[in-house]
């Protein structure tokens, strides 16, 4: 790796983290290069604007689903055990890496940024949504009933596998480090059955 690509790997990573706690209004271009031990200018060298450094976090977060969603998908041709294992995959991927559920929310509900949104670039994590959309119509309950009930199930259950990732400081902080760390360690288990009884008839 080169010393350029480093940087803009440290970069990345304190903005990912950067974005997930503070939003995109919140987060800092000044604390972020100093937090990856550059100058603002050095930053900006390497993304021009805000709205750039943004949209290369999504875009890095929309390759990192678009590969676990297929690597779900490789392990069984059954649309109802693939989507199992997407979202067993996704409660695991959310739980270590925290803040990509948070982005993945922040995305979702705010936007994705002015540059992000221009005419010539697909929004966000949309090549991701897509085809969980259409897997979720894949199945046999849902192969009728059309591209927005699919998409809904998907918003749903990504809110489900999304929420106690997000959520972990806090209810830590209210409830303790060892119940939230136990309700953890059951989320795959719980999301697996939460999804067979959303995708089964």
Not at 8 to 20: G, K, W, Y
Request: glycine share 6%; net charge neutral; hydrophobic share 45%.
């Amino acid at each position: 790796m080169s010393s350029a690509q480093h940087t803009q790997s440290e970069l990345l990573r304190a903005a990912r983290r950067h974005f997930a706690e503070r939003g995109y209004q919140g987060a800092s271009l000044a604390r972020i290069s100093s937090e990856s031990g550059v100058s603002k200018q050095a930053l900006l060298h390497h993304f021009k604007t805000k709205d750039q450094l943004y949209r290369a976090v999504l875009d890095q977060l929309n390759q990192e689903l678009v590969q676990l969603l297929f690597a779900a998908m490789e392990e069984t041709e059954q649309a109802e055990l693939q989507i199992e294992r997407v979202f067993v995959a996704l409660s695991g991927f959310f739980l270590k890496q925290r803040s990509a559920p948070a982005l993945l929310i922040g995305v979702l509900i705010d936007g994705p940024g002015q540059a992000a949104v221009a005419d010539d670039l697909r929004p966000p994590v949309q090549d991701f949504l897509e085809p969980l959309a259409a897997l979720i119509q894949a199945t046999e309950r849902w192969r009728d009933a059309g591209f927005a009930a699919a998409l809904s199930i998907a918003m749903e259950l990504l809110g489900v596998v999304c929420l106690l990732p997000a959520a972990r400081c806090n209810l830590s902080y209210r409830f303790g480090k060892d119940p939230v760390d136990q309700g953890a360690g059951l989320a795959p288990a719980h999301t697996r059955d939460l999804v067979r009884s959303v995708v089964r008839r």
